[in-house]
């Protein structure tokens, strides 16, 4: 299951990138990529292609957020993420790390 999130994560992320790649932009760059956003506008009509682009963005969006909270809050085990509890917390500490600093000795004057 976990695995079929991710890959419509992926796929809705492969489409989210081309869909925003479609919109034009300030410099409209759509010329650049084909013109296909120049053809969608002499299908449907440009405020209707731009329209369209927009609710496809936000659909995709929100997919991914919910996608994403899904595979996080229900598909992932919680024995695959260990828990380091701090030293205050009664953990032991390790035996590799020294637990003092060595003494410093001060020349006397």
Same mark, same amino acid.
Request: hydrophobic residues 45%; without cysteine.
């Given at each position: 299951? *976990?695995?079929?999130?991710?890959? +419509? +994560?992926?796929?809705?992320? &492969? +489409?989210?990138?081309?869909? &925003?790649?479609?919109?034009?932009? $300030? ?5 650049? *990529?084909?013109? +296909? ?6 299908? *449907? ?6 329209? *369209?682009?927009? $609710?496809?963005?936000? =659909?995709? &969006? &929100? ?7 899904? =595979? ?7 024995? =695959?993420?260990?828990?380091? $509890? ?7 500490? @390790?035996?590799?790390? @020294? ?7 001060? @020349?006397? $004057?």
């Amino acid at each position: 299951m *976990f695995t079929l999130v991710v890959i +419509l +994560l992926i796929i809705a992320s &492969i +489409l989210l990138i081309g869909v &925003i790649l479609l919109q034009p932009g $300030k410099g409209d760059l759509s010329p650049t *990529f084909g013109g +296909l956003t120049t053809q969608f506008g002499s299908m *449907f009509g440009t405020q209707r292609t731009m329209d *369209f682009l927009q $609710k496809t963005t936000r =659909a995709l &969006i &929100i997919a991914i957020l919910l996608l994403s909270l899904l =595979a996080n809050k229900f598909l992932l085990k919680p024995s =695959a993420t260990q828990e380091i $509890k701090p030293v205050t917390q009664g953990a032991q500490i @390790p035996k590799t790390m @020294p637990t003092s600093p060595p003494p410093v000795e001060v @020349p006397k $004057k």
